[in-house]
């Protein structure tokens, strides 16, 4: 048997040096963590809508403030990327979204039309109330009895999604031509208080926002018609004219990244008791290799 040759022996050095140097960087690549988002050539647009802690504009601000801005800036700094608000009716965001003249909005619940147009990752949950006058909750104990009144009228915000029995409600009410539409949340509390609605969908940290504590004591009360419903995700919408999906995936792992070390219950914390912080957080994070 001859003995392997030098040159034979130099080989296999090399391949197994070259081996090595490729596990390093493997390695390295795996502790740097997932890809981040491509920024843009342009500040991204954001577009936001009055609802309360999430976004409003507070009296004498030169901007508004809320939840879905706090979010954008922890994007802004986990991503190194600039972003642009640009606040405006509900209806006109999707409007914007679907045209590409807007690249992203937030606290968004899924349709199949918005899926259509938009990637749509959970950032949160919320279970909605029914908020009504105090003196109509005997005679509105559920959706059946609610849609048995015919002089009693839902009101909405225009653009708006709902939780599925909720939408299934407004649907057929609005057959019956029973459902009034506004433009924003202020002017739906207005109609509220007004009495030209009977009732209208809404969240805690919502209408704690818009209504008095001494409202709430006399005046309306909640009442939640479809016990076994659970909470409906709270989404990051981002336009498809915008991002490709692989773009959008970076987002959905940057996103879940902010849900999954406790940023998420932190920026809550700044609105909402920990409880009521705790019951919004996801009860799982989402799969971040899951495809958009």
């Known amino acids: 048997m001859q003995p392997p040759s030098v040159q034979g022996c130099l080989w296999r050095q090399a391949l197994q040096w070259l081996a090595a140097v490729l596990s390093l960087q493997a390695a390295a690549l795996a502790w740097a963590g997932p890809a981040q988002p491509n920024c843009p050539e342009q500040p991204i647009r954001v577009g936001l809508y009055e609802l309360g802690p999430f976004h409003s504009m507070p009296r004498g601000a030169r901007q508004g403030a809320g939840l879905d801005r706090d979010i954008v800036a922890e994007m802004q700094k986990r991503s190194g990327c600039s972003f642009t608000f640009e606040p405006m009716a509900r209806a006109r965001i999707w409007i914007e979204l679907r045209a590409g003249r807007l690249d992203m909005t937030l606290s968004a619940l899924h349709s199949d039309d918005r899926a259509s147009y938009t990637w749509l990752h959970p950032v949160m949950q919320m279970q909605s109330l029914t908020l009504l006058p105090r003196e109509l909750l005997p005679e509105a104990g559920s959706r059946s009895a609610f849609m048995a009144q015919p002089g009693w009228v839902l009101g909405v915000v225009r653009g708006y999604q709902h939780q599925a029995g909720d939408q299934a409600m407004v649907e057929a009410l609005r057959a019956e031509q029973r459902v009034l539409e506004v433009v924003d949340q202020p002017a739906l509390f207005a109609k509220l208080r007004a009495g030209q609605i009977q009732a209208m969908f809404t969240y805690p940290m919502v209408y704690r926002h818009y209504l008095q504590p001494e409202e709430l004591q006399e005046r309306f009360a909640t009442t939640r018609w479809d016990a076994e419903e659970k909470p409906s995700h709270v989404n990051l919408a981002m336009s498809k004219k915008t991002f490709p999906a692989d773009q959008a995936q970076r987002w959905r792992r940057l996103i879940d990244q902010i849900?999954?070390?406790?940023?998420?219950?932190?920026?809550?914390?700044?609105?909402?008791?920990?409880?009521?912080?705790?019951?919004?957080?996801?009860?799982?994070?989402?799969?971040?290799?899951?495809?958009?």
């Open 259 to 292: 849900s999954r070390d406790g940023t998420v219950e932190r920026l809550l914390l700044r609105y909402v008791p920990p409880a009521e912080a705790r019951g919004m957080l996801l009860p799982t994070s989402p799969l971040a290799g899951q495809a958009p």
